[in-house]
């Protein structure tokens, strides 16, 4: 997720920071009216520093499947150098690179290199759109917690050169988005803090239970026949289907109880309990499986 850059310490910075912008551009970046708005918008606040990333858009999904790209990092080459020098032009500080086929993921890739103060998109309506650019402009406004501003943009009729259809800033919802996860992962998450391998053996015990009554299942009927020396598998699966039990029974409470704070005194039998279901149940279903199988 982007976020705003590290301010430097107070006394190693200047009193003003010249601002950073990055531009997302699924266009080239010329005519007088879209470089005028760019420009503008640009100069609002200052001395800004503006990074283009244009990426490189491929037609067809089989192309990129097939990594059939040359032509169109080609495309993506000369859209980036048309636009920088358009920039420089007037008189604003600019560079850029070739991104990824993805603007989203170039987009990603430019802010790790570049923690940008604001990010310019600048792609098509969604009747003439690339299919990588669709829902383009939603997608970074869930991700950014940064100013985005999205600029609509078409070819002219007479030249060819992009017009500007619409401009709209958007509101940041980044933030607020990664907050939600946040809390639907607290929500849904409602174990206490523990280690992995205790984790996992709140998993494994309980299914290894499971597969041992499975097999267990094999001897209802009549005890008297069930269990006889010629139904080891009988046997053996009920007697570690009986030990698992406890096993996990003991185990289940005692580490939640040790892991919410609870107690303070079964750290050890909880850390043991847990190496037992992980090694042993396992092998035990693995033991009952095969008794049953030759029986």
């Avoid at 790209?69 to 850029?96: F, K, T, Y």
């Avoid at 802010?111 to 003439?128: G, N, S, T, Y």
């Avoid at 907050?179 to 996992?200: G, H």
Wanted: net charge negative; proline share 7%.
């Amino acid at each position: 997720m982007a976020t705003r850059p590290k301010e430097p310490p107070a006394g190693a910075r200047s009193e003003s920071r010249t601002r950073r912008v990055l531009v997302v551009a699924n266009d080239v970046v010329g005519g007088n009216e879209l470089l005028e708005e760019i420009t503008r918008r640009i100069r609002r606040t200052g001395d800004a520093e503006v990074m283009i990333v244009s990426p490189a858009l491929v037609d067809r999904p089989l192309d990129l499947l097939a990594g059939e790209v040359d032509d169109d990092i080609q495309e993506a080459r000369r859209r980036l150098q048309v636009s920088v020098e358009a920039l420089r032009r007037n008189g604003i500080p600019a560079d850029g690179e070739v991104g990824e086929a993805d603007p989203i993921l170039a987009m990603r890739d430019a802010l790790a290199k570049f923690p940008a103060d604001e990010v310019f998109i600048i792609a098509h309506p969604h009747e003439r759109a690339n299919w990588l650019e669709q829902d383009v402009v939603e997608k970074a406004q869930r991700e950014l917690t940064i100013p985005v501003t999205y600029i609509e943009v078409e070819p002219s009729g007479d030249t060819g050169k992009p017009e500007v259809r619409d401009v709209q800033d958007l509101t940041p919802e980044g933030g607020r988005v990664a907050a939600d996860r946040a809390q639907e992962e607290f929500v849904t998450d409602y174990l206490p803090p523990m280690p992995r391998r205790d984790r996992a053996a709140l998993v494994v015990g309980p299914l290894g239970c499971i597969a041992l009554a499975l097999l267990a299942i094999d001897c209802q009927g009549d005890i008297g026949v069930d269990f006889t020396p010629t139904d080891a598998g009988c046997i053996v699966s009920w007697v570690l289907g009986v030990f698992a039990f406890f096993v996990v029974a003991i185990h289940v409470p005692t580490i939640l109880l040790v892991r919410s704070g609870s107690s303070t005194g079964a750290g050890g039998l909880a850390a043991f309990l847990s190496e037992v279901i992980l090694w042993l149940i396992p092998s035990m279903v693995l033991i009952a499986a095969v008794a049953v199988a030759l029986s």
